[in-house]
């Protein structure tokens, strides 16, 4: 075959996202501002029985400190940010619990935000990604769960079970760290992996420090993600890449014409879930050197410009649907 998806959006090697639990206002104070210096989205994980109040969980380190409400998540969501379930009581979800903590909590969430929810985020610990939880994500229509496992999140890797890599000041006992800004970015450039940061409210100095990092150290970490991954790297919110993602693993490719003159390419997308609401990929094409002088793609017909990227390889990034037609002469 030579036409061939890209493991990631405009074939980019690795990708980061970051993720704030709890949706905290007083992100305002640092994190927001340091994203918008950067360029970088972010992704906030909602509390959605406490929405807009002042959090009173137990003995969370955040008591005091309050959520964001549904016209500030709104604003987030313009701003390029996306926003995921972290249950309605970040308690430990029990069998008869699933209805409350994902989707009654999904439907208040999705109404306050009038956009959909497509990611779930365990609250605690990973004791909320047991099977029960994972089935009724399913059920209730969510396209991922992310963990606090820390570890990359690789192109064949299933999207229910999602690892983040902790951006804290340092680990829990007995394993005591260095804050880390370079965390998982070598490995995550050798073997094309997804980084999914995670910390709650990055302030003057950490909160607790197992469990968040600076302002300081967040802006490091953005400094060394866009230093390291140059133009390797494909900063997006989750839902982007499961989009991504789910798109690439459910498209066909089927060769229709393969001579001197022409090869042809017909898509079959099956079983693509409704809630992909961008389903666009990148493609790479094997072409004959003398293709390359005017680089371009036929989509149903129509020609387009492509990007040479290499002796006679082109790459397109396109809007697919089924049955949609690619050509190169
Ligand atoms: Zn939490």
Redesign the pocket.
């Known amino acids: 075959m030579s036409l061939t998806i890209c493991p990631w959006k405009y074939n980019k090697r690795w990708v980061y996202s970051i993720t704030y ?2 949706a905290l206002a007083d992100l305002h104070r640092f994190a927001i501002p340091i994203h918008e210096e950067y360029g970088i989205p972010g992704h906030v ?1 909602v ?1 959605v029985g406490q929405l807009g109040e002042v959090r009173n969980l137990g003995s969370s380190s955040y008591n005091g400190y309050r959520h964001m409400n549904g016209d500030e998540l709104k604003d987030l969501l313009t701003r390029g940010w996306g926003v995921g379930n ?1 249950s309605w009581s ?1 308690q430990v979800i029990q069998p008869d619990m699933v209805d409350r903590e994902l989707r009654q909590a999904k439907e208040v969430l999705e109404a306050a935000i009038d956009a959909p929810i497509d990611l779930y985020c365990s ?2 610990n990973n004791t909320n990604m047991a099977d029960h939880v994972l089935s009724a994500c399913r059920e209730y229509g969510y396209l991922g769960a992310m963990s606090i496992t820390d570890a990359l999140n690789r192109p064949t890797d299933p999207l229910f079970w999602l690892n983040r890599t902790p951006l804290h000041e340092r680990y829990y006992e007995p394993f005591g760290s260095e804050y880390d800004p370079f965390r998982n970015i070598r490995y995550a450039k050798e073997d094309h992996g997804w980084i999914i940061d995670y910390c709650h409210c990055p302030l003057e100095t950490p909160i607790h420090p197992n469990k968040d990092c600076s302002q300081a150290q967040l802006r490091r970490r953005f400094e060394t993600v866009l230093c390291e991954g140059d133009d390797e790297v494909w900063c997006a919110v989750p839902e982007e890449v499961l989009f991504y993602h789910l798109t690439r693993t459910q498209t066909q490719i089927e060769t229709l014409t393969d001579t001197e003159t022409e090869k042809r390419y017909r898509l079959a997308l099956n079983g693509l879930s409704n809630s992909v609401t961008c389903r666009t990929l990148t493609f790479e094409a094997d072409v004959p050197a003398s293709w390359c002088r005017s680089p371009h793609v036929w989509i149903n017909g129509e020609s387009r410009p492509a990007t040479l990227i290499g002796p006679q390889k082109l790459q397109i990034t396109v809007d697919v649907e089924n049955g949609l037609e690619l050509a190169f002469r």
Do not use: Y
């Open positions: 639990d709890e994980e509390v972290h970040h609250p605690g």
